[in-house]
């Protein structure tokens, strides 16, 4: 297939996308997507402004093209590439080019691209692949970070710097006061240590940072196992708080964030807006934290306050957005709430059952390469204004002071939440129960998403919706888990 020349079918255009405080907390949903329209590889490339920028000029396109031949699917030459989304960025989503001498019909208008010969009628699959990002990684990466698997002498003065610096959230001679609240609960103490040890591990390539929730617990858990089985996600350390790529097509980054919160967030809603929630996660800076607002070892133990809310037709969204077939979707969402109930999750919310304990409180570790901070975090002050005394928020991380007072704002771009090489997670429950049987009620949730999303090519569809219309370059269609 070689583009030579071109025209366009021009009755058939893409449809637009619809437009979409204290600790800033997930919990009460508003963030969730109601759009629930399948995401077609059309509409997720018109959507980037940057990547329209790119088709505009001579810049480097971030997208591959790729046709299925008898050997496999094979990649379009760059001037095919530039053709078929110099069609797509001006959203016409069925339109003709001459190839060798043939005229081909290339239509991106559902989730399946095709290619139609004018003349034959034959027809082959197109596909768009994300022509950034990488391999999530194995578990050998962990070997990387960890200074006793290898010679002192081999890191970079600024890594070994950090680690002469110490654990994050003990730097700046930080007050262990806040701990006290820990007083009388064992497992609490456990989850602490542990997180103090995968502080002590990590300092020296990573900055750390805390993100408190409760009831969005069973909306991060689905992520996560469909992240597992889709997209090589270790859903056996942390929950995933976004895996819908396209929602980030406005705003990628944190400088994103930040300007739009200026312009437009501050005088509606501020971090509450839902386009804000949406992409953007409310956390603290060190395990002992003291504020502003918000203690991370208290919040851990008394969590938040139960609203009178049902998000049952949540749940049910976010599955149908995950493209689990819609006849099954009623009652997927029954077996993951009673299932949830079994291992002792907290789902009243979703009108199952409260966990034993009564908390409902979780915590996650949240590791940043530091080479990524200022791209994904800004210092923040409480309902997100820019802390601008603590900018550009990688110089702060990367001292030797206190983190003790201060909050952040993260983007937590599932492209990069996805990648082992760029953050790594790490979450406690304060429930003893659900604690220690969340490894195996992922593994339950993951089985049974993995027999409703068995057919490779549904795992296919349901990839590319999720991740914006393209799949990673590393993307195959068998079951992701086996390559984790």
Request: aromatic share 8%; charged share 25%.
């Amino acid at each position: 297939m070689g583009c030579l020349e071109s025209k366009s079918v021009s009755a058939h255009r893409v449809p637009p996308e619809p437009s979409g405080g204290k600790g800033g907390e997930d919990d009460d949903l508003g963030w969730v997507s109601r759009d629930r329209g399948p995401v077609s590889p059309a509409r997720a490339l018109v959507g980037g402004a940057d990547r329209n920028a790119a088709f505009g000029g001579d810049g480097v396109m971030d997208v591959r093209i790729q046709i299925e031949l008898e050997g496999g699917w094979k990649d379009c030459s760059a001037e095919e590439t530039k053709q078929i989304c110099e069609h797509l960025s001006k959203m016409e989503a069925i339109f003709q080019i001459h190839a060798r001498g043939q005229n081909y019909t290339v239509d991106f208008s559902g989730t399946q691209g095709k290619q139609t010969n004018i003349s034959t009628g034959k027809t082959r699959k197109l596909r768009i692949l994300d022509g950034g990002g990488e391999d999530p990684g194995t578990a050998d990466d962990d070997a990387k970070d960890d200074p006793a698997a290898g010679s002192a002498d081999a890191a970079s003065p600024e890594v070994a710097q950090q680690r002469a610096y110490g654990p994050q959230s003990k730097r700046g001679g930080a007050s262990m006061h806040p701990f006290k609240v820990l007083d009388g609960n064992e497992h609490a103490k456990k989850c602490f240590a542990m997180f103090e040890a995968n502080e002590q591990r990590l300092c020296g390539e990573w900055a750390v940072f805390y993100h408190s929730y409760s009831f969005a617990a069973l909306i991060y858990e689905v992520h996560a196992a469909v992240g597992s089985v889709l997209f090589r996600f270790r859903s056996q350390y942390a929950t995933l708080p976004r895996i819908l790529v396209h929602e980030f097509d406005e705003i990628p980054d944190a400088p994103t964030l930040a300007h739009r919160f200026n312009t437009e967030f501050a005088e509606n809603k501020r971090d509450h807006h839902p386009e804000y929630r949406k992409v953007g996660l409310s956390v603290m800076c060190s395990l002992a934290s003291t504020g502003p607002e918000a203690c991370v070892a208290m919040v851990f133990i008394a969590g938040y306050s139960c609203k009178d809310l049902s998000f049952r037709g949540v749940l049910e969204n976010l599955l149908e957005s995950c493209y689990v077939p819609k006849p099954k979707v009623k009652k997927l969402a029954d077996e993951i709430i009673a299932m949830s109930e079994k291992h002792g999750l907290d789902v009243t919310q979703f009108g199952g059952k409260a966990c034993q304990s009564g908390k409902a409180g979780h915590l996650m570790q949240l590791f940043i390469k530091r080479n990524l901070v200022d791209k994904l975090v800004y210092a923040a002050k409480p309902y997100g204004p820019v802390d601008e005394e603590r900018m550009p928020i990688s110089k702060w991380m990367n001292s030797n002071s206190s983190f003790q007072v201060g909050q952040a704002r993260v983007v937590a771009h599932p492209k990069y939440f996805m990648q082992a090489n760029s953050v790594r997670m790490f979450v406690a429950s304060a429930d003893p129960t659900f604690h220690k049987n969340r490894q195996a009620f992922q593994e339950e949730l993951i089985r049974k998403l993995s027999l409703i999303l068995g057919e490779p090519s549904l795992r296919e569809m349901a990839a590319t919706g999720i991740y914006g219309g393209t799949l990673p370059a590393w993307w195959t269609s068998e079951d992701q888990r086996k390559l984790a």
